[in-house]
């Protein structure tokens, strides 16, 4: 299996721009979750779906933070406008019962 | 709120000695906590678990110890080998929540060195 897959791996933008991160998970997970990494707070969990439902989003920071799952095998998660703040790793992981395996991140810089 | 807590950034430890990395959590409906371990620019990967109708469990070089009464719980990796420096996630299940949701702690980088 090749594990959770995430795109892209480094993503560079000015503030204001619109972006998009995407999330394959593995196939047959029927959890998803998104994560944000930072010193300061650690791993955030953003929002998760269940059977491509979304569970709880209140993780999400701002309405500027946006996640779809249309499908079992894609996710993404999309911020509009960007600001310097939303720097980050931002991680997706998928399960199906218990252990959550993790992408290899998506690391965001917005200047 | 953080509800996980790693109170040490770091910690550095010589090869061939004991790793002890701490955690402590404040939400008494936490029923299961796991160790996830992070190299850089990779995810992280579970190590180990525990419920917490039990107080230990082991799994070759690493052990977690649980202690309820304290919302304490510890890893501790014997002997530590180079191959172990990364970072470690303390994370947490909510009883009353769904199966999967987990809250984790700030992390904690350990380096061993030889």
């Known amino acids: 299996d090749a594990g959770v897959i995430q795109s892209p791996r480094h993503e560079v933008t000015e503030m204001g721009q619109e972006v998009t991160l995407r999330c394959k998970p593995i196939?047959?997970?029927?959890?998803l979750f998104w994560y944000r990494q930072t010193m300061m707070r650690g791993l955030e969990l953003l929002i998760y779906?269940?059977?491509?439902?979304?569970?709880?989003d209140s993780g999400m920071p701002e309405d500027r933070f946006s996640a779809k799952m249309p499908n079992a095998s894609f996710s993404t998660l999309k911020i509009q406008p960007s600001e310097p703040r939303d720097s980050a790793v931002y991680f997706c992981a998928s399960s199906r019962r218990g252990q959550q395996y993790f992408g290899p991140g998506t690391r965001l810089t917005v200047t | 709120d953080q509800q996980v807590k790693q109170n040490s950034p770091s910690l550095s430890v010589q090869e061939g000695r004991i790793s002890i990395l701490n955690c402590d959590y404040t939400n008494s409906m936490f029923d299961y906590f796991l160790w996830y371990k992070k190299y850089p620019a990779e995810g992280p990967t579970f190590l180990i678990s525990?419920?917490?109708?039990?107080d230990k469990n082991e799994d070759g070089r690493f052990t977690v110890f649980l202690n309820k009464s304290a919302k304490h719980l510890s890893l501790h990796i014997v002997p530590s080998q180079p191959g172990d420096s990364a970072v470690y996630f303390c994370a947490a299940r909510e009883l009353t929540g769904t199966a999967s949701k987990l809250t984790f702690g700030t992390g904690t980088r350990l380096q061993v060195t030889l």
């Open positions: 779906f269940n059977n491509n439902v979304p569970i709880d």
């Open positions: 196939s047959g997970h029927d959890y």
């Open positions: 525990i419920s917490s109708i039990k």
